[in-house]
């Protein structure tokens, strides 16, 4: 169920517990949102510096994730450097807010001269939609790579 290097919910688990959110989210009447982080220039760091420094720089944004998130968030190991963060009983700007503020957060660090950053983008799910975990996923996933994009083609440095 859990991710070994950081301890978040494994990649298996983010399925089975969307499930269980849009079971609540109907009975509630309510919404909750999902984010789709990837870590920025995570290549860079692991070709420059090795894969221990990478792994660092992996369970720092994670740490930043767990401490600013509530007890009832969720945080999930997609694979390598991307992540899924379920927000249950939240609207999309409240989350939007929070992300932004880790985001600035982890921007005071840096790990060899590179700022931590991460891109992202999200979903959101009210009682009334229609959508399957893996629609969810891949909205989030796909504003996040747009946003991804936008920020490359800002400053010329991110790399994917």
Same mark, same amino acid.
């Given at each position: 169920? #859990?991710?070994?290097? #950081?301890?978040?919910? @494994?990649r +298996? ?6 499930a ?6 109907? %009975? ?7 984010? !789709? ?8 760091? @692991?070709?420059n510096y090795g ?8 369970? #720092?944004? &994670? ?7 509530r007890?009832?968030? !969720?945080?999930?190991r997609m694979g390598?450097?991307e992540?899924?963060? &379920?927000?249950?009983? &939240? ?10 503020r880790? +985001? ?5 660090? %840096? ?9 992202f983008?999200?979903s959101e799910?009210?009682f009334k ?15 996040? !790579? ?6 490359? %083609? +800002? @400053?010329?440095?991110?790399t994917?």
């Amino acid at each position: 169920m #859990t991710d070994t290097l #950081t301890g978040a919910f @494994n990649r +298996r688990s983010v399925y089975k517990i969307l499930a269980q959110q849009i079971e609540i989210t109907k %009975k509630t009447k309510e919404c909750f949102v999902l984010c !789709y982080i990837d870590i920025d220039n995570l290549k860079i760091i @692991n070709d420059n510096y090795g894969h221990a420094e990478g792994d660092a720089l992996i369970s #720092t944004v &994670v740490d930043s994730l767990k401490n600013m998130i509530r007890a009832s968030d !969720y945080v999930f190991r997609m694979g390598g450097d991307e992540f899924l963060i &379920v927000f249950p009983k &939240v609207k999309l700007q409240d989350s939007q807010k929070l992300i932004e503020r880790i +985001r600035k957060t982890l921007n005071q660090q %840096k790990v060899h001269e590179i700022v931590i950053d991460f891109s992202f983008g999200f979903s959101e799910y009210c009682f009334k939609d229609d959508l399957s975990p893996k629609a969810l996923i891949e909205i989030a996933d796909e504003n996040m !790579y747009k946003a991804k994009m936008e920020k490359k %083609k +800002r @400053n010329g440095k991110i790399t994917l």
